[in-house]
């Protein structure tokens, strides 16, 4: 168990709706990323929060946002969905920014399938 | 931004056998990690590893910062070590970049 927490872990979801996906990051730990893994594909950032601010962008959709919260959660936002948004997301959460010497540690994942 | 390369990018082996995976990264960084993508799709840290040796049973990690390149070793291999190897390492602060990954079959 990595200690960080997403859910759910599986959505099915119809073209066109939103859906919102949440992640707990490990305890005292300040940054969250969110990647996006298409079917037997790499990883690729969308975005990375630290202590409440974005810090850093990737290639990630203008129908997508995300935010992160007081307590440190994060909720990644998904709307007008395509099928090929059908992918598994990961958050990920560090003690410190990426450019430290800090670890990175992954939750399980939410799979979602756009039908 | 940072360019992460694994090689091979495919490798099938037998049950009990080794193998050496190499990941290359283009800028000098200050960490780097191997994480196994096991077939049910979860990313499991194996090492955190800026520099020199580690080893955690079977698996062992060289990273050799300033030649720009990490090794991850797997010995006597055995079918649950199958699955898809990343390394990671920090882009410029931002984020973490992840290499292509190596997909390892092992058949028993």
Known sequence: ?115 | GIQVEQSPPDLILQEGANSTLRCNFSDSVNNLQWFHQNPWGQLINLFYIPSGTKQNGRLSATTVATERYSLLYISSSQTTDSGVYFCAVPNYGQNFVFGPGTRLSVLP
């Open chain 1, 1 to 115: 168990d990595s200690g960080v927490t997403q859910t759910p872990k599986h959505l099915i979801t119809a073209t066109g709706q939103r859906v919102t996906l949440r992640c707990s990051p490990r305890s005292g730990d300040l940054s969250v990323y969110w990647y996006q893994q298409s079917l037997d594909q790499g990883l690729q950032f969308l975005i990375q929060y630290y202590n409440g601010e974005e810090r850093a962008k990737g290639n990630i959709l203008e129908r997508f946002s995300a935010q992160q919260f007081p307590d440190l959660h994060s909720e990644l936002n998904l709307s007008s969905l395509e099928l090929g948004d059908s992918a598994l997301y990961f958050c990920a959460s560090s003690a410190m920014s990426a450019g430290a010497n800090t670890e990175a540690f992954f939750g399980q994942g939410t799979r979602l399938t756009v039908v």
